[in-house]
């Protein structure tokens, strides 16, 4: 089991910075894949980034790459997502989440959750 807390949204203005940070109680973190998913008000829950158990290899959607950089401290059991350069349509609630799946892309292979941080992005 693994229980997963989301911190450090906020609100921002357009071009500004925020770092989220998802923090892991439970066995076996280092063993999973990690994602950064996100939701706006009334659309479904999107794929932001996703950084592989052992933090080698790194995925970004294609609306964030560039922008955003995933990291992990597996000492600390943590999970961050830098976000630079913020859009307007940035703005979401923010989720890390686990994945106990084999495809990194849909929300459905990620078992583990955590509840979320609102971001904000003025213009």
């Known amino acids: 089991q693994l229980q997963l807390v989301d911190s450090g949204g906020g609100l921002v203005q357009a071009g500004g910075s925020l770092r989220l940070s998802c923090t892991a109680t439970?066995?076996?973190?280092?063993?999973?894949?990690m994602g950064w998913f996100r939701q706006a008000p009334g659309k479904e829950r999107e794929f932001v980034a996703h950084?592989?158990?052992?933090?080698?290899?790194?995925t970004y959607a294609d609306s964030v790459k560039g922008r955003f950089t995933i990291s992990r401290d597996d000492a600390k059991k943590t999970v961050s997502l830098q976000l630079n350069n913020l859009r307007p349509e940035d703005t979401a609630d923010y989720y890390c989440?686990?994945?106990?799946?084999?495809?990194?892309?849909?929300?459905?292979?990620?078992?583990?959750w955590g509840q979320g941080t609102q971001v904000t992005v003025s213009s």
């Open positions: 989440a686990a994945r106990t799946g084999s495809n990194l892309w849909s929300r459905r292979d990620y078992s583990y």
């Open positions: 439970g066995r076996s973190y280092a063993n999973y894949g």
């Open positions: 950084i592989a158990s052992g933090g080698r290899t790194t």
